[in-house]
């Protein structure tokens, strides 16, 4: 039966808008692809994986710069610095008195926070000063630039921040965030205590009961998640974290000595080191080398200095932490 003309012509204009649809949409996706790399892909694992609407996270993504200077800094991180040259970055006498200063004014949430979780309140005092300067630095990038620049941009690490650019978009919808004016650091860490999107996910807690986890202001929530995130990873309250230690010229040479903790102290003492005679000496521990200007610093750490660790995967960096605090302590007991 032959169909009219104008059924013909309703159906042939159904198909040219369809058509033109779908090659807007091509068009779309292939702008986005060549301005992130991957980001096609990334838009439809959002949609499978977490039910996101693909206009709304290509209108995300469209909004995300790249920055070169993010790469920049990625690729010359403070832990590649030697020992001698790392550790005048954080025990400077500013940080110390902003650090009793910032005690003195959260001392009763730190006291609930100690309390609650078993970590000493100078290591929390001492991470948000390396961290942050006790917020006075929380970075300047927005997260959203951030991210995409490490997830398109940098194949080195491209899948880690891949990762992270999403935990990020849940965690906007979650906390009821605005992804174009949230400021981080060039890795995407946020707030006091700088959390990368999945450790805000999964450590970040509302300790002021306002339905919200703050990581900025008022300091309560970011004061204790830095304690939740460390109870989380196996904090050991009231054992130490490392002590000072020397070697006998005849001292074995550990290549690259892991930050988990995968000898005992009598083993390190039959390769030739002094351990801490008050612990057992089955004690698991692992050796610290510290390069300064006239040698090597040795130093034996702990389970503890390894919970530091996870905040920052580098010996420097917890050294750094636990130099601080022991730094923060003595000064706050001798007031």
Known sequence: MMQSRSSFFRRLT???????????????ETALETRHPGAVAFVQTMVNDHQFDAAQVEQWLDQADY?????????????????????????????????????????AVLDQVSEKYGVPQEIMVAIIGV?????????????????????????RRSKFFTKELAQFMLL?????????TVKGSYAGAMGYGQFIPSSYRYYAVDFNGDGKRNLWSP?????????????????????????????????????K?????????VQ??????????????QTPATLIALQQTSGIEYWIGLDNFYVISRYNHSALYSMAVHQLSQQLREAYDAR
């Open 219 to 255: 300091e309560q929530d970011a004061i204790a998640s830095v304690a939740h995130y460390f109870h989380k990873h196996g904090w050991k309250p009231g054992e130490p974290v490392a002590f000072p230690s020397s070697a006998k010229s005849s001292a074995r040479i550990i290549d």
């Open 268 to 281: 390190l003492e039959e390769w030739g080191y002094e351990i801490p005679t008050q612990l057992d000496a």
């Open 131 to 155: 961290e942050t300067s006790y917020g006075r630095i929380t970075g300047s990038y927005r997260v959203l630039d951030a991210l995409a620049t490490l997830a398109f941009h940098y194949p």
């Open 172 to 180: 906007v919808g979650e906390e009821d965030l605005d992804i174009n």
């Open 257 to 265: 000595p892991p930050l988990k903790p995968a000898y005992s102290l």
């Open 14 to 28: 159904l198909a040219t808008l369809m058509s033109a649809g779908t090659c807007g949409s091509l068009q779309a």
């Open 67 to 107: 920055q070169q200077s993010i790469i920049d800094a990625i690729t010359r991180p403070a832990e590649s610095k030697p020992w001698h040259q790392y550790r005048p970055i954080f025990m400077t006498e500013r940080r110390l008195r902003d650090g009793l200063t910032f005690w003195d004014e959260h001392q």
